[in-house]
C-alpha cells in the first residue's frame, strides 16, 4: 500500500529508476520519468518508451524494484511484480496524457506496464553534508589508489604496472559529479532486484567506488546508473569487490540510457564477454 506521502513524491519532475533481472542475471537500473500512481492505492503505472531491455526482462521475470527521489534528497523503493503490459484502456489513457508523451510527437507510448506494489520502504532523506563527506572521502581514497580514473598505470599484485580502463571521458564525467542522481542495483536474497541511491559514488580506476553493506559480497553482479540534469544518463555493470569503506564496481560494461542510443552498449572492457 501506498501512503500520501509516497504518493507526494511521484510528482512529473520526480526521478523514478526502475530496476530489473535479466535471464543470464544481470541486473539492470535505468530512469524511467513516467513512473505514477494507478487506480488503485497499491498500483504503479510506467509508460514503455526506449526501455526494451527492461521491457525483455519482465516478460522473463516479473519481479522489479523502483526508486523515487527527488531533488532535496527523499526517496524510497518500491517492490513489487508486472502484471501486464497494456496498449489501450484507462491506464494507457492516464499515462498518455503526462506532458512527456502528450505534447512530444517524438515520444509515442507504445505501451503502460502496470505494476502491483508489494512492499514500499518508508521515506527517508539523505543529508547533504553526509553525501558531501562520502565524495570526499571517496575522491581521497581513489586519489590513494593513483589518479587512475584518468588512465594512469596502476600498480597490479606481483608488482606489474597495468592501465586502467579508459572510459568514455562523457561517462566518467557524469559520474564524477556531485551534483548528479547516482543509484546502485542488484539481486537481492529474496529474488526481486535492489535499488539504492549512491550520489557519492565515483569513478576510480575503471571502477565505481560505491557504498559497502549487507548483501553486496565480493562478485555480486551489480549496476549504477547517473542521471544529470542535462538531462543525460548511463548506466554501467559488473562485479562488486567488497570493501571498506567502500566496495568497488568493477565495470565491464557502459550503456547509453538516453537518446539517441538508449539501451546501446558504447563500452567495453578488454576481455569481456558480450
Given at each position: 500500500?501506498?501512503?500520501?506521502?509516497?504518493?507526494?513524491?511521484?510528482?512529473?519532475?520526480?526521478?523514478?529508476?526502475?530496476?530489473?533481472?535479466?535471464?543470464?542475471?544481470?541486473?539492470?537500473?535505468?530512469?524511467?520519468?513516467?513512473?505514477?500512481?494507478?487506480?488503485?492505492?497499491?498500483?504503479?503505472?510506467?509508460?514503455?518508451?526506449?526501455?526494451?531491455?527492461?521491457?525483455?526482462?519482465?516478460?522473463?521475470?516479473?519481479?522489479?524494484?523502483?526508486?523515487?527521489?527527488?531533488?532535496?534528497?527523499?526517496?524510497?523503493?518500491?517492490?513489487?511484480?508486472?502484471?501486464?503490459?497494456?496498449?489501450?484502456?484507462?491506464?494507457?489513457?492516464?499515462?498518455?496524457?503526462?506532458?512527456?508523451?502528450?505534447?512530444?510527437?517524438?515520444?509515442?507510448?507504445?505501451?503502460?506496464?502496470?505494476?502491483?506494489?508489494?512492499?514500499?520502504?518508508?521515506?527517508?532523506?539523505?543529508?547533504?553534508a553526509g553525501v558531501a563527506a562520502s565524495f570526499l572521502g571517496r575522491r581521497l581514497s581513489a586519489a590513494g589508489r593513483a589518479p587512475s580514473a584518468l588512465g594512469r598505470p596502476l600498480q597490479a599484485p606481483g608488482g606489474r604496472g597495468r592501465e586502467a580502463p579508459a572510459w568514455p571521458p562523457p561517462v566518467r564525467e557524469k559520474f564524477a559529479r556531485l551534483k548528479a542522481l547516482k543509484v546502485l542495483a542488484w539481486r537481492g536474497e529474496h529474488g526481486y532486484p535492489v535499488v539504492v541511491p549512491d550520489p557519492a559514488m565515483i569513478p576510480s580506476a575503471g571502477a565505481l567506488l560505491v557504498r559497502s553493506g549487507r548483501g553486496l559480497p565480493s562478485g555480486t553482479l551489480a549496476a549504477a546508473a547517473v542521471l544529470t540534469a542535462d538531462p543525460v544518463a548511463y548506466q554501467v555493470k559488473g562485479r562488486l569487490a567488497a570493501g571498506q569503506p567502500f566496495a568497488r564496481l568493477e565495470v565491464t560494461r557502459i550503456y547509453s540510457a538516453c537518446p539517441p542510443l538508449p539501451g546501446e552498449l558504447i563500452w567495453r572492457a578488454n576481455g569481456c564477454r558480450p
Open positions: 500500500m501506498l501512503s500520501p506521502a509516497h504518493l507526494e513524491m511521484l510528482a512529473p519532475t520526480a526521478p523514478k529508476f526502475v530496476a530489473t533481472l535479466g535471464e543470464d542475471g544481470w541486473p539492470n537500473v535505468v530512469p524511467v520519468l513516467s513512473v505514477c500512481a494507478g487506480q488503485e492505492p497499491s498500483q504503479l503505472l510506467f509508460g514503455e518508451f526506449m526501455i526494451n531491455k527492461t521491457r525483455r526482462n519482465l516478460e522473463a521475470d516479473p519481479h522489479l524494484a523502483i526508486l523515487v527521489i527527488t531533488q532535496d534528497l527523499r526517496y524510497y523503493a518500491v517492490r513489487g511484480r508486472l502484471v501486464a503490459f497494456q496498449r489501450a484502456g484507462p491506464a494507457f489513457d492516464l499515462v498518455s496524457s503526462q506532458p512527456l508523451f502528450r505534447y512530444n510527437p517524438y515520444t509515442g507510448l507504445r505501451a503502460v506496464g502496470i505494476v502491483r506494489v508489494e512492499e514500499a520502504s518508508p521515506v527517508r532523506r539523505l543529508s547533504a
